[in-house]
């Protein structure tokens, strides 16, 4: 696929929403192929053939538009509030959710893992290389945020349930132990990166870790790190929600213009 290329196809209508700037770039590489294309805030009157809502804020940007959505429309997003999804499917609305098309999520994890690295340089107080390094969940973004901590020549330990997972990770070069132990050594990190979609970073565990150390949380709102525990205690946490739209926007953008162009083939 080559960027601006088009056709003479009737071209598409898109409206855009949100103001991110991985939304901008998808509107600007939209335009670039002659489609018809709307962004903003909120939404604007008119017929389309497809919303784009933000990957990371879908669920608000549903609820909040879900009314004005019309029949035969397409609606892209990530992680659908099956309430408003119900609902507007009964109404003749399609859902697409881009991280469950085959190979997206491997491709978003990589923006995602290299934002979640940055964040952690600029919120923590030493470099990553000669760090101890803690990754809680080995999937598709824990995986690629070990692999890179341990090119950076990071101490790279996961902590894993699965023990085919584990055994992955220590042949990558890291150590990997049981998720129920990672507490017992949970003192002896600089960096702590949770990619857990359920709280697992608890007051308990928070008590033993180092009054320095970093926790960059990279899981679904509302993460999986007690942020109530650090904030009063002056911990260094960060909830960080849609790096690749804030590290990699253009490159986040061409990775959805993929999934769109399935149900709109409007290049050749």
């Known amino acids: 696929m080559t960027e601006g290329r088009t056709n003479f196809m009737k071209p598409f209508d898109f409206l855009v929403l949100g103001e991110e700037q991985r939304q901008s770039e998808l509107a600007k590489?939209?335009?670039?192929?002659?489609?018809?294309?709307?962004?903003?805030?909120?939404?604007?009157?008119?017929?389309?053939?497809?919303?784009?809502?933000?990957?990371?804020?879908?669920?608000?940007?549903?609820?909040?538009?879900?009314?004005?959505?019309?029949?035969?429309?397409?609606?892209?997003?990530?992680?659908?509030?099956?309430?408003?999804?119900?609902?507007?499917?009964?109404?003749?609305?399609?859902?697409?959710?881009?991280?469950?098309?085959?190979?997206?999520?491997?491709?978003?994890?990589?923006?995602?893992?290299?934002?979640a690295i940055v964040e952690a340089l600029m919120s923590g107080r030493q470099t990553i290389q000669g760090s101890r390094v803690l990754v809680l969940g080995y999937g598709c973004c824990g995986e690629i945020l070990a692999h890179k901590l341990s090119v950076w020549q990071a101490d790279v330990t996961v902590a894993e349930r699965k023990k085919e997972k584990r055994a992955k990770a220590q042949a990558y070069g890291c150590r990997a132990v049981p998720f129920e132990e990672w507490e017992q050594e949970a003192g002896e990190y600089d960096f702590i990166f949770n990619t857990v979609p359920a709280r697992v970073v608890t007051e308990q565990s928070l008590q033993k870790v180092k009054k320095d150390v970093t926790l960059i949380d990279i899981a679904s709102r509302p993460g999986g790190v007690d942020f109530d525990f650090c904030q009063k205690n002056n911990l260094c946490a960060k909830l960080c929600l849609g790096l690749p739209g804030k590290y990699a926007p253009k490159s986040s953008a061409l990775i959805l213009l993929e999934v769109i162009e399935v149900d709109f083939p409007f290049t050749l």
């Open 29 to 115: 590489i939209l335009r670039s192929y002659g489609q018809n294309v709307i962004q903003s805030e909120t939404y604007q009157q008119g017929t389309y053939d497809a919303i784009l809502l933000p990957v990371s804020q879908t669920a608000r940007y549903l609820e909040e538009n879900m009314d004005f959505l019309q029949r035969n429309q397409v609606v892209y997003g990530c992680h659908f509030p099956s309430p408003q999804k119900e609902i507007c499917e009964g109404r003749g609305i399609r859902f697409v959710d881009y991280m469950k098309v085959e190979g997206v999520a491997s491709k978003n994890a990589v923006a995602t893992a290299e934002g």
